[in-house]
T-cell receptor, first 114, second 117 residues
Framework: DGGITQSPKYLFRKEGQNVTLSCEQN?????MYWYRQDPGQGLRLIYY???????QKGDIAEGYSVSREKKESFPLTVTSAQKNPTAFYLC?????????????FGPGTRLTVT | AQKVTQAQTEISVVEKEDVTLDCVYE???????LFWYKQPPSGELVFLIR??????QNEISGRYSWNFQKSTSSFNFTITASQVVDSAVYFC??????????????FGPGTSLSVIP
């Protein structure tokens, strides 16, 4: 089945450690996105990528980094510089960048940093 | 600045009742898109509808209907004859028309709907 996979579902880390969240899609979509969701808040855009080897910062990119070496993969690294990393992280993809194209979401990764 | 407000944080209804989820938006753009997404307990967001600002016709899809009123900057979502499977968090969202660069999607805070059997 086509879709977006994020692994793991739950992730626990100690403060000060970097952690990488996986996002893979087999929909042949060009655009990919990372969002952060906090309780009682909507999704906020961290990074997005329109094409391989290109990505742009969203609203809350500080403390995060991404890479887009392959069309199907868009991993997110939460660095120790991120002040409050505990959150639910959602990856999405769309055929192309822009509101004309529906975003398909993965099941998310819940990161807890203690 | 763009903003989406969903004043109802949590709603509980009994199965088969109708329920309306409110969404009010702010934007300076004359052209824009509005969206509704559903987030079931499994976590992934499911796209429900996209409406552009040119089209003020209401839309119905099965038990779901949407009322877009530009005059009041609202895009409300009604579920008729609610079912337990409708229990989820629902997000209203807004996006520009991507004139020169990516107009990201702005999400509201969400409304958590519980349908009680």
């Amino acid at each position: 089945d086509g879709g977006i996979t994020q692994s793991p579902k739950y992730l626990f880390r100690k403060e000060g450690q970097n952690v990488t969240l996986s996002c893979e899609q087999n929909l042949n979509h060009d655009a990919m996105y990372w969002y952060r969701q906090d309780p009682g808040q909507g999704l906020r855009l961290i990074y997005y990528s329109q094409i391989v080897n290109d990505f742009q910062k969203g609203d809350i990119a500080e403390g995060y980094s991404v890479s887009r070496e392959k069309k199907e993969s868009f991993p997110l690294t939460v660095t120790s510089a991120q002040k409050n990393p505990t959150a639910f992280y959602l990856c999405a993809s769309s055929i192309d960048l822009g509101p004309d194209y529906e975003q398909y979401f993965g099941p998310g990764t819940r990161l807890t940093v203690t | 600045a763009q903003k989406v407000t969903q004043a109802q944080t949590e709603i509980s209804v009994v199965e088969k009742e109708d329920v309306t989820l409110d969404c009010v938006y702010e934007t300076r753009d004359t052209t824009y898109y509005l969206f509704w997404y559903k987030q079931p307990p499994s976590g992934e967001l499911v796209f429900l509808i996209r409406r552009n600002s040119f089209d003020e016709q209401n839309e119905i899809s099965g038990r779901y209907s949407w009322n877009f009123q530009k005059s009041t900057s609202s895009f409300n979502f009604t579920i008729t004859a609610s079912q337990v499977v409708d229990s989820a968090v629902y997000f209203c969202a807004l996006s520009g028309f991507m004139k020169t660069s990516y107009d990201k999607v702005i999400f509201g805070p969400g409304t958590s709907l519980s349908v009680i059997p």
